[in-house]
């Protein structure tokens, strides 16, 4: 069965360019012009991806606010950003939002598709594990790795498909440094090393609402990251 995708994209002409590019991809897509509309059509039925604008008619960060709520909804859901503004501000508040990827709209229609392609191929890698690697325990960390689930001390983390994924590049081999470029790679997505950064800096956050004294994912100064036994 082929993933569905919602679009939620107030200029219409660009909603059809895009669906009509994924239709031909072989994906079933739902447009969706206001939060409003996207977020009544969520509770009802979720998609397997979300590409979502920032700017949604009169709402100027409507898309964060959307990107917010579904999060809240799906907290492994795959959430891309696809839109005009391109400011640095922008990017780091929709990646510290929940969203897996944040793109600009002047990216080709091919480049995008590659991004969604890589983001759904995830998804699917990990819910198609064998028995034996379903489950990852590194000390108090637990990851289930056929559903997605992380947990701590035995409480629930809620982490994102990107987030997810660099937690188990860093924890399937503790104490080996993981480059950004690694971790890009374990993830399955192209980053810049600030975006990293910033995904890093909000699993340790989620972590250490937990667990105050949270110091297992450590920094390699000028190299990336490790995970900390």
Sequence with gaps: MSATIAIVEDERAIAENYRDALRRSGYRVDLYSS??????????????????????????????????????????????????????????????????????????????????????????VLRDQSDAAEMLTQGKLELDISRLHCHWGGERVDLTVTEFWIVHALAKRPGHVKSRSQLMEAARVVLDDNTITSHVKRIRRKFQALDGNFDAIGTAYGMGYRWQV
Excluded: W
């Excluded at 400011?87 to 091919?110: C, F, M, Q, V």
């Design 35 to 124: 939060r409003p509309e996207a977020l009544g059509a969520f509770r009802q039925r979720l998609p397997d991806l979300a590409v979502i604008d920032v700017g949604l008619g009169p709402e100027v960060e409507g898309g964060f606010e959307l990107c917010r709520e579904l999060r809240a909804m799906a907290p492994s859901l795959p959430i891309l950003f696809l839109t005009a503004r391109d400011s640095e501000l922008d990017i780091i508040s929709g990646l510290r939002l929940g969203a897996d990827d944040y793109l600009t709209k002047d990216i080709s229609l091919p480049h995008m598709q590659a991004r969604i392609n890589a983001l759904l191929r995830r998804v699917s």
